[in-house]
T-cell receptor, first 113, second 114 residues
Framework: GENVEQHPSTLSVQEGDSAVIKCTYSDSASNYFPWYKQELGKGPQLIIDIRSNVGEKKDQRIAVTLNKTAKHFSLHITETQPEDSAVYFCAARTFQGAQKLVFGQGTRLTINP | NAGVTQTPKFQVLKTGQSMTLQCAQDMNHEYMSWYRQDPGMGLRLIHYSVGAGITDQGEVPNGYNVSRSTTEDFPLRLLSAAPSQTSVYFC?????????????FGPGTRLLVL
């Protein structure tokens, strides 16, 4: 089935710097890639998503890029702020069996003041 | 709207005990699902439902049962708890397809099985 690998598992950056989280997927038929942010003690919340017909999408300080040939996609956060500290999950939609999302392992991002 | 609510927030069980994790949503969403979250393993789908009266298995369904008698509620049952079921459980709902629309997650239930 679909397999999503996410790296790094932990990331620490200085406030104001950029952070990049990368994911690879195995199912070449996957065409929807969301990113979720999970704050401490809360459930994950969608922050941005991308579909396979575009290569990049931006929303203020957050951007996602997709390379279908290499089967990887990345989350970019610029001008990081303390409130960006959280666990981030990537996911890919699989068509194997019923449509469902397969999540990566998560990245714990810490923004140092 | 309260969104997706889950009860209890925390539960301790002994091996072999049974319990039901409650999930409710007030957004009139057709699709609901249960995930478990374990360190280093992300979120894994346990069961899902595409509407009242319809349920199906996800990636890790063994040891869990679900039912969907109403649009609002989607309880998850552990019939005989095992230590391997120690985890954080999240319920989610979405308006459209399971993997097409934004999924709204509840706050989670932390379960410890001794």
């Amino acid at each position: 089935g679909e397999n999503v690998e996410q790296h790094p598992s932990t990331l620490s950056v200085q406030e104001g710097d950029s952070a990049v989280i990368k994911c690879t997927y195995s199912d070449s038929a996957s065409n929807y890639f969301p990113w979720y942010k999970q704050e401490l003690g809360k459930g994950p919340q969608l922050i941005i998503d991308i579909r396979s017909n575009v290569g990049e999408k931006k929303d203020q300080r957050i951007a996602v890029t997709l390379n279908k040939t290499a089967k990887h996609f990345s989350l970019h956060i610029t001008e990081t702020q303390p409130e960006d500290s959280a666990v981030y999950f990537c996911a890919a939609r699989t068509f194997q069996g019923a449509q469902k999302l397969v999540f990566g392992q998560g990245t714990r991002l810490t923004i140092n003041p | 709207n309260a969104g997706v609510t889950q009860t209890p927030k925390f539960q301790v069980l002994k091996t072999g005990q049974s319990m039901t994790l409650q999930c409710a949503q007030d957004m009139n969403h057709e699709y609901m699902s249960w995930y478990r979250q374990d360190p280093g393993m992300g979120l894994r789908l346990i069961h899902y439902s595409v509407g009242a009266g319809i349920t199906d298995q996800g990636e890790v369904p063994n040891g869990y049962n679900v039912s969907r008698s109403t649009t609002e509620d989607f309880p998850l049952r552990l019939l005989s708890a095992a230590p391997s079921q120690t985890s954080v459980y999240f319920c989610a709902s979405s308006q459209g397809g399971l993997a097409e629309e934004t999924q709204y997650f509840g706050p989670g239930t932390r379960l410890l099985v001794l």
